[in-house]
């Protein structure tokens, strides 16, 4: 989610707006067909990026801060974040109990990137066979230090 943010401020430097939720993320990696002209495009990330449960992350944009339907302790920055959670709902755009979102500090995932990557479904048995090489990798080079001695 940080690096997503970061890559929509990105955005905001180049444009000088957030992408609308219309363009939504997609912004980030296509040029929209509503890019002010007389700005400078860039692809900013290569693909769309996924939340813990490899689900695409839900953008929220809003243009006005006197319009917001987000929780008081929200920080008005005219966009967030959110994910659907590990039930893949959300009947609230990220106000559900079970949500991740970038407005609610306590739904923020604080694991390493390594913890965050081994409990997802992205790490299946690329996950096994990544910890295998680890190993072999490990024996190796015991192999190698008792060898050259």
């Known amino acids: 989610m940080g690096s997503t943010s970061s890559a929509l401020k990105m955005f905001k430097l180049n444009a000088g707006r957030y992408p609308t939720e219309e363009e ?11 890019y002010p ?21 839900q953008y929220a944009a809003i243009g006005d801060s006197t319009k917001i339907d987000r929780p008081p302790s929200w920080t008005f920055d005219g966009m967030g974040l959110y ?19 970038s407005w609610d500090e306590s739904s923020w995932d604080r694991r390493s990137s390594f913890e965050r990557w081994k409990d997802s ?12 090489v680890l190993v072999c990798a490990g024996l190796l080079r015991v192999w190698h230090v008792r060898a050259s001695n």
């Open 24 to 34: 939504g993320l997609m912004a980030l990696i296509e040029k929209p067909a509503t």
């Open 37 to 57: 002209e007389n700005k400078r495009w860039q692809r900013i990330m290569d693909r769309v990026p996924h939340d813990p449960w490899n689900r695409p992350y």
């Open 83 to 101: 994910s659907f959670g590990p039930d893949g709902i959300s009947n609230s755009k990220g106000n559900d109990p079970d949500d991740y979102s």
């Open 121 to 132: 479904p992205a790490a299946g048995d690329t996950g096994i066979a990544i910890v295998a």
